[in-house]
């Protein structure tokens, strides 16, 4: 997605061979234009495949979810990092490791919002590990709906997470895919 691209290249700060931080306008700041354009670029992408949820981890991945939802005419649920008061009780849960922040988290989502009869698509900012997306896949199993892909906005490319998803049969669609931030500079993977 050219707008995406154009957009990390021109915002993005590159803090290490493995860290890019885009909060201008993905993940502590929203350039709402920019996210719409990402809710519909998904949409297309997914439009065959009879999402009624879309799934996604708080808090970098609810706007790109959001947007992406109000194009499918769906609702956006997002699994909770950490559990508040009014949480508590019939929960799909999962553990999920942020090497990032060198810190693992208890996700959680309310079983009154992804039934047996849902087909969810899972949203999320960025795909390095997979450890974010394989921790909502386990509580879209754990819930019996059927996972019908994952959309990713931005793909760490060099990292292992596609292999990882892709063993298992997971369709993954990635809005923009670094293929390396070697000396500062971002470079992407060229499209097929």
């Known amino acids: ?64 979810s959001v947007m992406t939802a109000l194009e499918l005419s769906v609702k956006t649920v997002f699994a909770r990092k950490r559990k508040s008061l009014t949480l508590v ?12 922040k060198k810190e693992s988290n208890e996700i959680s989502v309310s ?26 896949t386990d509580i879209v199993e754990q819930s019996g709906a059927t996972l019908v892909g994952i959309g990713i906005v931005i793909e760490k490319g ?10 298992r049969g997971i369709r993954v669609e990635s809005l923009a895919i670094i293929d390396s931030l070697v000396d500062g500079e971002v470079t992407f993977k060229e499209e097929k």
């Not at 079983?111 to 450890?131: H, M, P, R, T």
Request: net charge negative; glycine share 8%; proline share 2%.
């Open 1 to 64: 997605m050219k707008a995406l691209e154009q957009k990390i290249l021109e915002e993005g700060k590159v803090l290490s061979e493995s860290v890019l931080k885009v909060d201008s306008f993905l993940n502590h700041q929203i350039d709402p234009v920019l996210m719409q354009l990402i809710g519909q670029e998904f949409a297309q992408r997914f439009k065959d495949a009879g999402i009624t949820k879309v799934l996604t981890l708080e808090s970098s991945g609810i706007a790109p």
């Open 89 to 100: 009780d019939g929960l799909y849960s999962a553990e999920v490791y942020s090497f990032t």
């Open 111 to 136: 079983k009154q919002y992804i039934s047996k009869e849902d087909k969810v698509l899972v949203i999320d900012d960025f795909l390095a590990n997979g450890q974010a997306a394989l921790g909502l």
């Open 158 to 167: 060099f990292q292992t997470g596609r292999e990882l998803l892709e063993g």
